[in-house]
């Protein structure tokens, strides 16, 4: 006994020793990292860490440890290394712009979540004091932290057994945060009850649906129980704890047992033993991270309705050689059968390369939009390649030769816009709206009144609009009028009628809004949302159609010059909504003859300039109705994508812009002699 005793504490001993040298070879680690400040190096040096690996191995096999165990131990050397100088570098407690030094977080749920476990992991290393706000649903989450009553959100968006969270899918979608970090974290669940008590004489169990979802095997051996939804897995446990009854359990974390002071009776319930949830951490900033650390970009983006294009769109990925991580799918709300797309990939934001592909990326997205760009969790492990063919002055050589090659593509940019350039995309963009294709060699007519009146005008519009060949209906509900006085449009009312006569007639129709308040209800309804020539640079409202899923049109302002005009179609590219149609409606010249002045030389020009397709106005240029059938015409030959015209069933009773509406005579004139140009 007492020999063994004597060599237990001579393991004892060791033990005290390997955790000696292990802090100390953790000090020497946070010195070689400041080391590499100075100089700028990545912090893995993957050369170095395969050559040390591979000496470790060798002077283990001369003293009798195997390979396998030697590299089992020091991958988890080299990661801790790895992870202690990247949160050396990581600068997220910097970049918060928190005022105080605690750090107010909020979570759904209460202390001793999964996602208050995994908070304190991921806030563990950044040395700040936290505050958690609970909240009861994601979405609550995510406003607390957009109303700035919290700093970050810590929500969990899939778990390794029952996939992706699809609501908090959703909100990011939405949210104007960024994702400035992820935690993996462990989970492992647990039957816990008020008292020690036999499973056998378990009544109820309280879980959180997922949590039942991921336990679901262990679940069926209990075919007596009843199962109770739970808003989450702390809350189960504290109702156990409050009804002290002791046929009732919960399942929830060692560590929430723990915190509540609860009994564990079984553990690792889970039907995957490898159980893990991963979270984000979301705020109102995005950060740059340094680009010595690894780094995952998400974004979100919506391709188009062409087959294929999902293979184009991902194709760009394996040409850049990045590393594409995760790939899920959203149904788009309001868009039957249309799909989100939620990327990950390893990449930095901030590296060219990325941008690069960033780029090339939209030219086969309708909607596009970065989520965050954030330090990896992922820390990748040193691999031993003993076949390594490439010598180290080559790699750096063909590495050099790639950036000069990328230098020179963005040096080109040189204008201020850049989406909307065709130096960005020089294939014509083509916009489908339900089976209408705008852009390319298509030539769309819009036609209606100039605004929605009553049920019945708009009603008598779709049926001439549809009956002599237009593809889309047009009807104003929202006004921009000159004087207050003057019709300012049915608002919502008029919206409800022009979408049921869409629906009636099966003609998709565009209405204008005016207002950011207004958009979310438009673009429900309507399926083009149109920016009038008064909004063209009301920037706010430009931003906001950037951000939602309906193709735009946007007018030409009264004074706006053609750079102008794409640098507004820019604010709504680059916030995601790459479905913009531009339309020329006549400018403010000298000229008082006419109501404005038709720039049909600006057709030729933008399309050398941009991708876009564009639409010619040519009511609102000339005010005239008996003019508008000749300007149609050259609109057509000078090379538009379409044309926009007002008619109305009693012109002398429209009451918006009546002087310049068709009668449905000069409407059906139009169109045959349209139809003679092809
Ligand atoms: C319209 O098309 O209804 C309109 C108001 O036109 P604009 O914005 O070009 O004046
Ligand atoms: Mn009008």
Not at 43 to 69: A, M, P, V
Not at 503 to 519: G, M, R, S
Not at 579 to 589: N, P
Request: some cysteine; hydrophobic content about 40%; glycine content about 6%.
């Amino acid at each position: 006994m007492k020999s063994i005793e004597r060599l237990r504490s001579g393991i004892n001993t060791i033990d005290e020793k390997i955790l000696q040298l292990l802090s100390e070879r953790r000090k020497l680690s946070k010195e070689v990292i400041q080391a590499k400040d100075l100089t700028d190096k990545p912090i893995r040096d993957k050369e170095r860490e395969s050559q040390l690996l591979r000496s470790l191995i060798k002077t283990g096999k001369e003293i009798g440890l195997d390979s396998n165990f030697v590299t089992k131990v020091f991958y988890e050397i080299i990661e801790d290394s790895v992870r202690i100088q990247q949160n050396h570098v990581l600068n997220i407690g910097k970049k918060a712009s928190v005022k105080d030094a605690t750090f107010r977080i909020a979570i759904q749920g209460i202390e001793g979540a999964y996602s208050y476990l995994a908070a304190n992991k991921f806030f563990a290393n950044h040395g700040n004091q936290l505050e958690f706000i609970g909240k009861k649903r994601f979405d609550d989450v995510i406003k607390s932290v957009e109303s700035g009553e919290a700093d970050f959100a810590f929500l969990p968006i899939e778990n390794t057994t029952s996939g992706g969270i699809n609501e908090v899918y959703d909100l990011l979608l939405h949210t104007s945060l960024s994702i400035v970090g992820e935690e993996v974290f462990q989970i492992k669940h647990c039957l816990v009850s008020y008292k020690e008590v036999p499973i056998t004489k378990i009544e109820k169990i309280y879980a959180h649906y997922q949590t039942a979802a991921q336990c679901s095997k262990f679940l069926e051996t209990l075919p007596d129980v009843v199962i109770e939804y739970y808003a989450d897995t702390a809350m189960s446990v504290q109702k156990i704890k409050e009804e002290k009854n002791p046929n009732f359990a919960a399942i929830a974390s060692e560590e929430a047992a723990d915190i509540f002071k609860v009994k564990i009776i079984r553990k690792n319930i889970a039907n995957q033993s490898e159980n893990y949830t991963r979270f984000l951490v979301i705020t109102r900033k995005p950060i740059e991270v340094d680009l010595r650390i690894p780094c995952k970009t998400s974004l979100v983006l919506a391709t188009s309705q062409e087959p294929g294009s999902l293979v184009e769109a991902l194709s760009v990925f394996k040409k850049n050689g990045v590393n594409l991580t995760k790939l899920e799918s959203r149904p788009i709300l309001g868009n039957p059968w249309e799909e989100m797309f939620y990327l990950d990939f390893l990449g930095n934001i901030k590296d060219e390369k990325v941008q690069q592909l960033l780029d090339e990326l939209g030219k086969y997205t309708r909607f596009l939009k970065v989520l965050g760009s954030y330090p990896t969790q992922e820390v990748i492990k040193t691999k031993l390649d003993f076949l390594s063919s490439e010598k180290p002055a080559e790699k750096i050589a063909s590495a050099k030769t790639e950036e000069v090659k990328r230098k020179k593509i963005i040096s080109k940019k040189s204008k201020e816009y850049k989406l909307a350039s065709r130096d960005y995309k020089p294939e014509d963009t083509i916009i489908k709206v339900k089976d209408v294709l705008i852009g390319g060699n298509n030539f769309v007519v819009i036609a209606g009144p100039c605004s929605v009146e009553s049920y019945e005008q708009i009603m008598t519009c779709g049926a001439e609009a549809k009956e002599n060949g237009a593809q889309i209906l047009r009807g104003g509900c929202f006004k921009p009028r000159t004087s207050p006085y003057s019709f300012q449009g049915l608002g919502f009312e008029g919206l409800d009628l022009l979408n049921k006569v869409g629906k009636q007639y099966d003609i998709p129709v565009i209405t204008e809004v005016l207002a950011i308040e207004q958009i979310q209800q438009v673009a429900k309804y309507s399926d083009i949302v149109q920016i009038g020539a008064r909004n063209m640079q009301n920037f706010a409202l430009l931003k906001e159609v950037g951000k939602i899923h309906k193709p735009v049109m946007l007018k030409r302002g009264l004074m706006a010059s053609i750079d102008e005009l794409l640098n507004a179609a820019e604010y709504i590219l680059s916030y995601g909504n790459r479905q913009v149609i531009l339309c020329e409606r006549g400018i403010r010249t000298f000229e008082t003859a006419t109501r404005n002045t038709l720039d049909l030389s600006a057709i030729p020009v933008l399309k050398e300039l941009t991708h876009l397709p564009i639409i010619v106005d040519p009511s609102h240029a000339i005010g005239q109705r008996d003019k508008v059938i000749p300007l149609a015409k050259a609109a057509k030959v000078v090379g538009a994508h379409g044309i926009m015209v007002e008619f109305h069933p009693e012109p002398e009773k429209a009451l918006s812009d009546g002087p310049q509406a068709l009668y449905f005579s000069q409407f059906e004139e139009l169109m045959q002699s349209l139809r003679k140009l092809d």
